[in-house]
């Protein structure tokens, strides 16, 4: 079966480490996300309630010190299953180059392209965080 994924980048002013505790902790994702983010208990997986939106589980796991990976658990419409990968590299101006895949999808259309919109958002407000000091 093909599956179809969304792609997007951000460069941040910030250092590694601090983007990927906003990737990666309840503070930091609290703060971007726009949801209240709590530990599931089980290994990884972090429940993100939006005050007027879907809510979401996701298990978050760290590959290598480049990588976040978010996996989908449970979430509204096609979004269980699928995998938000982001990559943390340098960028040549110095600022930490951030991509995401969020693959998986099953098609192109309904809540595809509201999250393609979402994301795209939401990288800027983790920019934002990512470079207050």
């Known amino acids: ?8 980048a951000v460069n941040i002013s910030a250092d590694h480490a601090r983007v990927r505790e906003a990737l990666t902790t309840a503070r930091g994702l609290e703060h971007w996300t726009a949801a209240k983010v709590s530990d599931q208990g ?3 997986e972090w429940s993100f309630k939006h005050l007027d939106g879907p809510s979401f589980v996701w298990r978050i796991t760290l590959p290598d010190a480049d990588t976040v990976v978010w996996t989908c658990i449970a979430g509204p ?9 982001f990559q943390l590299a340098s960028a040549a101006d110095g600022r930490l180059h951030l991509t995401l895949d969020h693959g998986g999808w099953p098609h192109q259309e309904g809540n595809f392209v509201k999250c393609n919109s979402l994301w795209g ?13």
Do not use: F, I, P
């Open 1 to 8: 079966m093909m599956t179809h994924s969304l792609r997007h």
């Open 42 to 44: 089980a290994a990884g």
């Open 77 to 85: 419409g096609d979004a269980a299953g699928t995998t938000a990968t």
């Open 121 to 133: 958002m939401m990288l800027h407000r983790l920019r934002d965080y990512a470079e207050q000091r």
